[in-house]
């Protein structure tokens, strides 16, 4: 399952074999993936092979055509343009989708993490630019360039796994999390809390101190919360977490799913006292 989706709308400036891969912030807070494909597909001179934001990642520019977005290396890479969210959820969101298309790129060329580069490396290293992006995005979230790359290897190395709940599908599992539905979506009605593993699949929850017990087998576990995640994503939610799961991941693979699954049947005797 590719993140990236084809939306070619931008010819670049001529030929282009690369041998890295360029990432970009757009120093644009709010604006959409989708605003920027708009803006290149009218003839814009700094289009970038892909942008991407916090529920998409479209491929804008042939990957052999060159682009302008680094200065004097640009005939050096292939790039990406992430848009900066202005939430908490939507920068995660973000560097999920955005870590999973480099990734992509990566395996597709054959290269390892150590050929992507962040836009400030390329002004570093071959001038005519003086853009340092995206670290300042990045540290307004306190995010680092060193995790990022850390993710996109990890993708690379197949640890982080799994691109579908039908890939995951009776194997140990190796993530929970709750999902608030905030729509009517998939078959559940708004407000219902649903358990999601690999394991389980979708569980509705019967009562809000299902969520409590949960959360308190989580700590015994993990010392954490488990993460929560909110249905009102126009993207399939389902493959929303799964973007997001990775992230969030529990690494611990002690978690018991009778266990949980007996603790939510005794909590809901208790819903409503
Ligand atoms: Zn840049």
């Not at 597709?108 to 580069?117: C, I």
């Not at 060193?146 to 009776?170: H, K, P, Y």
């Not at 407000?191 to 569980?203: A, F, H, N, R």
Request: with cysteine.
């Amino acid at each position: 399952m590719s993140v990236i989706t084809e939306r070619i709308v931008n010819q670049g400036h001529g030929p282009l074999t690369p041998q890295y891969l360029a990432v970009h912030s757009t120093a644009n807070p709010g604006a959409t993936a989708l605003n920027h494909v708009q803006l290149w597909s009218r003839g814009y001179d700094y289009a970038v092979h892909m942008v991407s934001d916090w529920t998409s990642c479209y491929h804008t520019v042939q990957w052999d055509r060159l682009c302008w977005q680094v200065g004097n290396g640009n005939s050096t890479c292939e790039g990406i343009e992430i848009c900066e969210a202005t939430t908490r959820a939507d920068f995660d969101r973000g560097i999920a989708i955005a870590a999973s298309a480099c990734a992509e790129r990566l395996r597709a060329h054959g290269w390892g993490v150590d050929r992507m580069h962040p836009h400030q490396w390329f002004s570093a290293t071959f001038g005519g630019s003086d853009h340092t992006d995206p670290y300042p995005y990045f540290a307004r979230w306190g995010y680092t360039w060193e995790a990022f790359a850390a993710r996109v290897q990890n993708e690379l190395d197949g640890t982080a796994a799994v691109q579908t709940s039908s890939d995951m599908e009776g194997k140990e599992p190796l993530m929970w999390c709750i999902i608030w539905i905030e729509d009517d979506h998939a078959g559940f009605a708004k407000g219902t809390g649903c358990l999601w593993s690999p394991g389980t699949g979708v569980l509705p929850l019967p009562a809000l101190d299902c969520v409590n017990a949960l959360n308190a087998i989580s700590q015994h576990y993990t010392g954490k919360d488990l993460p929560v995640f909110h249905s009102s994503s126009k993207a399939p939610w389902v493959v929303r977490f799964e973007q997001l799961s990775r992230e969030s991941t529990f690494a611990r693979r002690d978690h018991d799913t009778d266990a949980i699954l007996a603790a939510i049947a005794g909590n809901a005797g208790n819903a409503g006292k």
